[in-house]
C-alpha cells in the first residue's frame, strides 16, 4: 500500500472514529452511561455493533475516546511556545486547549454531564487518569527537547520537568473536581486558572 493511501486510510478512520465518539458522548450525556448501549450508539451512527468495536474496543473507550483527539494538538500548543517561556506558562497554555473545547458552542450541555460520568464512574476515571500519565510521559519529552534544543538541556537526575508536569495535570483533576463541585458554575477556564494560581508560577 502507498504512502499517500495508507494516509487517506488513517485519516478515514480519524474521522469515523470520531463521529462515532461524538454521537456516544450526545448520548452518555441524554441518557447516562449505564443506560447507553452500544446498540444505541451503533444505531446513532447507522453502523452495527461489529462495527463499532472495529474503532473502539470498549464501552469506556467510547467515552474517552475524544481526549485522544486533543493530545496532538496540546502537544503541538507546547511545541509552538516560545523557548525561553518558563514552563509553568507554557503548561498552562497547554490546558487552553481544553477549555476552548468546554467553551466551544454547542458543548455547554455536554462537556458538564461527560465529566460528571467519567469522575464519578471509577473504571472511567482510571481510564481518563491513565489517559494523562501518557499526556504527562509526551510532556517531559518535549519539555527536555525544548530545554536541549535552547542549550540548556537539563541533567539526568534533575526532577524538575517531571515534577512541574505533575504539579500541572494535578492543578488540571482539581479544577476539574472544583468546577463539578460547583455545579459547573463559571467557566472550566476559571476553574484552571484559579488551580493554577494556587499552586503558583513556576520557571
Same mark, same amino acid.
Given at each position: 500500500?502507498?504512502?499517500? @493511501?495508507?494516509?487517506?486510510?488513517?485519516?478515514?478512520?480519524?474521522?469515523?472514529?470520531?463521529?462515532?465518539? *461524538? +454521537?456516544?458522548?450526545?448520548?452518555?450525556?441524554?441518557?447516562?452511561?449505564? &443506560?447507553?448501549?452500544?446498540?444505541?450508539? &451503533?444505531? +446513532?451512527?447507522?453502523?452495527?455493533?461489529?462495527?463499532?468495536?472495529?474503532?473502539?474496543?470498549?464501552?469506556?473507550?467510547?467515552?474517552?475516546?475524544?481526549?485522544?483527539?486533543?493530545?496532538? /494538538?496540546?502537544?503541538?500548543?507546547? @511545541?509552538?511556545?516560545?523557548?525561553? /517561556?518558563?514552563?509553568?506558562?507554557?503548561?498552562?497554555?497547554?490546558?487552553?486547549?481544553?477549555?476552548?473545547?468546554? /467553551?466551544?458552542?454547542?458543548?455547554?450541555?455536554?462537556?458538564?454531564?461527560?465529566?460528571?460520568?467519567?469522575? *464519578?464512574?471509577?473504571?472511567?476515571?482510571?481510564?481518563?487518569?491513565?489517559? %494523562?500519565?501518557?499526556?504527562?510521559? +509526551?510532556?517531559?519529552?518535549?519539555?527536555? /527537547? @525544548?530545554?536541549?534544543?535552547?542549550?540548556?538541556?537539563?541533567?539526568?537526575?534533575?526532577?524538575?520537568?517531571?515534577? %512541574?508536569?505533575?504539579?500541572?495535570?494535578?492543578?488540571?483533576?482539581?479544577?476539574?473536581?472544583?468546577?463539578?463541585?460547583?455545579?459547573?458554575?463559571?467557566?472550566?477556564?476559571?476553574?484552571?486558572? @484559579?488551580?493554577? &494560581?494556587?499552586?503558583?508560577?513556576?520557571?
Amino acid at each position: 500500500m502507498s504512502e499517500s @493511501r495508507s494516509g487517506l486510510r488513517e485519516r478515514t478512520r480519524r474521522a469515523v472514529r470520531k463521529e462515532i465518539a *461524538e +454521537a456516544a458522548g450526545a448520548l452518555f450525556a441524554e441518557r447516562g452511561y449505564e &443506560a447507553t448501549t452500544i446498540d444505541h450508539i &451503533a444505531a +446513532a451512527v447507522g453502523m452495527s455493533q461489529r462495527s463499532v468495536f472495529r474503532y473502539f474496543a470498549t464501552k469506556e473507550e467510547l467515552v474517552l475516546g475524544k481526549f485522544d483527539f486533543v493530545v496532538e /494538538e496540546m502537544l503541538d500548543v507546547l @511545541r509552538a511556545r516560545p523557548a525561553d /517561556e518558563p514552563v509553568w506558562t507554557s503548561l498552562h497554555r497547554v490546558f487552553d486547549v481544553l477549555s476552548s473545547i468546554a /467553551e466551544a458552542p454547542g458543548n455547554e450541555k455536554l462537556v458538564e454531564p461527560i465529566n460528571r460520568m467519567v469522575f *464519578e464512574t471509577p473504571a472511567l476515571l482510571a481510564g481518563y487518569l491513565q489517559k %494523562l500519565q501518557h499526556m504527562q510521559d +509526551a510532556v517531559v519529552t518535549l519539555l527536555l /527537547e @525544548r530545554a536541549e534544543a535552547a542549550g540548556k538541556p537539563y541533567a539526568a537526575d534533575d526532577p524538575a520537568p517531571r515534577a %512541574l508536569t505533575a504539579a500541572a495535570f494535578g492543578c488540571l483533576v482539581a479544577a476539574h473536581h472544583s468546577w463539578l463541585a460547583s455545579g459547573a458554575k463559571g467557566s472550566f477556564r476559571d476553574a484552571v486558572d @484559579r488551580a493554577m &494560581a494556587t499552586v503558583g508560577p513556576r520557571a
